[in-house]
Nanobody, 125 residues
Framework: QVQLVESGGGLVQAGGSLRLSCAASGRTRSTYIMAWFRQAPGKEREFVAAIMWSSCATYYADSVKGRFTISRDNAQNTVYLQMNSLKAEDTAVYYC??????????????????WGQGTQVTVSS
């Protein structure tokens, strides 16, 4: 089992920045990919960014590329999402996810077998 706890959400003006954190605990050595997804009201959960735990390779959705950065701290078993130049359309609940299954389909929600409870990000225009 892997437990994920997100923090760092809040209200920010357009153009501002936020940093989300996801603290992992439990059987973290079996983690293969960690990612951030988001879900806006009335919309499906969508991929934001992912990081491969062993190689540190990173992947981003086109909508956040150049504005968001995913990173990790192995010692703290924590993944971060630095969000800059925030837009109103970034408003959503952001979820941290972990996969222990070895799949390369990092954009798919079905790849991930552990999820955090979510943290609200609201960007005012």
């Amino acid at each position: 089992q892997v437990q994920l706890v997100e923090s760092g959400g809040g209200l920010v003006q357009a153009g501002g920045s936020l940093r989300l954190s996801c603290a992992a605990s439990g059987r973290t050595r079996s983690t293969y990919i960690m990612a951030w997804f988001r879900q806006a009201p009335g919309k499906e959960r969508e991929f934001v960014a992912a990081i491969m735990w062993s190689s540190c390779a990173t992947y981003y959705a086109d909508s956040v590329k150049g504005r968001f950065t995913i990173s990790r701290d192995n010692a703290q078993n924590t993944v971060y999402l630095q969000m800059n130049s925030l837009k109103a359309e970034d408003t959503a609940v952001y979820y941290c996810a972990a996969s222990t299954g070895g799949s390369y389909f990092y954009r798919r929600t079905g790849t991930y077998n552990y999820w955090g409870q979510g943290t609200q990000v609201t960007v005012s225009s």
